[in-house]
């Protein structure tokens, strides 16, 4: 990795370098009734929208990479034919501008399932090819667990990350784009007084993440808890909202309709992101559920992120971005879920 | 269903052209007014059906019809012969709207157990037959539901087409918070406000959340509604239950969980 240093206010001079393509950045969204800040990414008009010091977001990036609805195909009928079009949705790079970690390492695990399977997601992988992304340290807010999952850094799938110091940036440079990019503004090879200052700062970082799970053996251990009685505990909690799921980096569960348009002329097939917590998610043909219970598909749903993926790729699913925790409104956190499952083996928060 | 005028062909299939009736009973008529809404999709929406029958749209009337959609609930005892009526020209009664479905805003009169002392208040000397407001399915079999108070005018639209292809019709299982955080709003619980959106059934595109008023449910239950949990939320966020109350009863899509709740903690209804 190639190091570069710039000074704070350069960071003005990179955004507008950049400019010539829609920036999505963390912006500030409203304020709760307690006066807290919320923030969810969006398109920026300009530099002084980002809210770079933001802690999370309510939601993820996901819209601009996995949208909640798109098509998959559309047609035009005529009275005895019908002609098919694709269209993958990516018509312009787009910048990811302020992305933390947790985020990054999200994108990178949906490339596992979207990009690099048997299976890849054209539509997915047009957008991700046409991303151009400069992540940016975070500060964890009480709800992060991240480093848990192995998901507090991230070395690859940005072409910038920036890291904030006293009064400059350290970059870590991952692509040649962003190093010819970073020549265009006042930058310096890192030395070694910014190499500890960088040091410094991720130390900093990581003293502020309290919340932790436990995932030593975790794997086996829920298939050993498959039938705990926690789990009912967390199904009369839940809502089967979906919420979870929809706030969620790297949930990418979907479900297909068709439609015909009213001049029964058009039609198209669409693409809408799903939840394994919906009533009528493992519903078949023919009608039966296979999860017709709240805490089956609450179970799937851990199951999937902390046990089915580890197995198939070494690595959670789940990037500790505590959103779905924070966005539950029957306070259902993964901290305390997977605690409960241990069995009190630990007091995760 | 046999249906007698054409629609010419879809993929050399050939369609029917159903003949449609609309009606209201004791409603204001919202519902119908929808449907007159969407201009930019209003001449092929009723290109797909043969219109013999809607009073708020044209002068022309025939019973001879083969979808009845009826927005209203029943409030009067004239409304139920009228109603079995239209059951008995239709080969489809679709129920519009919330009143229809669950009697609506009307229902919220059954909380006076004096219904003479209600005539009095509003009618004053002038009193007229009432009753209880009930939804239809109370006096006649439906084979449909549209709801929501008004109808969104995309789903009717949606149902209408896939009457006209033949296609099953679908309700969304999930609740309004599926639309409500695709739609990227912030929660109403975090600004303070009540909000029956976890409950709700969902197809509105979280129309008030969205507009950042909090759901009064009045498209009545989502399929694995979680109440028990509702509740908790609601004392969590200092919200008094009473309020939950009042907007569960409001559009009388709840009616059953509203009497549970009262009878297990719940605040009487002369109490504030």
Known sequence: MIFKVFPAEELAALYELLAVNPIVGPVLKGRDKKDNALYDFALTSGFADLALDYGQTMHSAKKFFLPHREDLCTFTLSDHDWDKHVDYGAYQHTVLFGLHPCDIN????????????????????????????????????????????????????????????????????????AYHLLEKIKSYHATDRDHKLFRHAVSEKNKKITAQVDTSDLTKILDMEFHAD?????????LS?????????????????????????????????YSCNLVDFAEVAGGHNFRPESHTR??????????????????????????CGNACLADITVPEVIASVRGGDNNGK | MSIQGSLGTFLGVEMAKPKVGFFELSSCEGCQLQLLNNEATLLEFLSLLEVVYFREGMTEKSNDYDI??????????????????????????VALGSCACFGGVNQLKNRFHDLEWVKKEVYGDYPISTRKAAPIADFIDIDLEIYGCPVKKEEVERIVSRLVLGKAVTHPQYPVCMECKANENICLFELGEPCLGP????????????????????????????????????????????????????????QNIVTDMRGSGGKGENET
Not at chain 1, 303 to 323: I, P
Request: with cysteine; proline share 4%; aromatic share 12%.
């Open chain 1, 106 to 177: 999200a994108l990178n695990k949906l490339d596992k399932v979207l990009m690099e399977s048997v299976y890849p997601n054209p539509f997915y992988g047009a957008k991700r090819s046409n991303m151009f992304i400069v992540g940016h340290s975070c500060s964890p807010t009480p709800s992060c667990f991240c480093r848990s999952m192995a998901s507090d850094s991230v070395i690859r799938g940005f072409d910038l990350f920036l890291t904030r110091l006293d009064d400059s940036y350290f970059a870590e440079v991952n692509s040649a784009k």
């Open chain 1, 230 to 238: 926690v789990w009912q505990e967390w199904g009369d909690k839940c």
């Open chain 1, 241 to 273: 909202c979906g919420t979870c799921a929809n706030v969620c980096p790297t949930c990418y569960c979907y479900g297909v309709e068709e439609e015909v348009d009213l001049d029964l002329r058009h039609a198209r097939k669409e693409k809408l992101l």
């Open chain 1, 298 to 323: 609450l179970k799937y749903r851990y199951y999937h992120k902390h046990r089915g993926f580890v197995e198939a790729y070494e690595e959670s699913l789940c990037v500790g971005c505590g959103r």
């Open chain 2, 68 to 93: 009845a959609f009826v927005e209203g609930s029943i409030t009067r005892d004239d409304e139920i012969e009228r109603l079995k009526e239209i059951r008995h020209n239709a080969k489809i009664v």
């Open chain 2, 199 to 254: 409950v709700t059934r969902a197809g509105c595109d979280s129309w008030c959340p969205s507009n950042r008023l909090g759901c009064w449910g009045c498209r009545g239950p989502a399929p694995a509604a979680n109440f028990k949990q509702l509740k908790e939320i609601v004392k969590r966020y200092n919200i008094p239950v009473e309020r939950l109350l009042d907007r569960l009863e409001c559009f009388g899509g709840f």
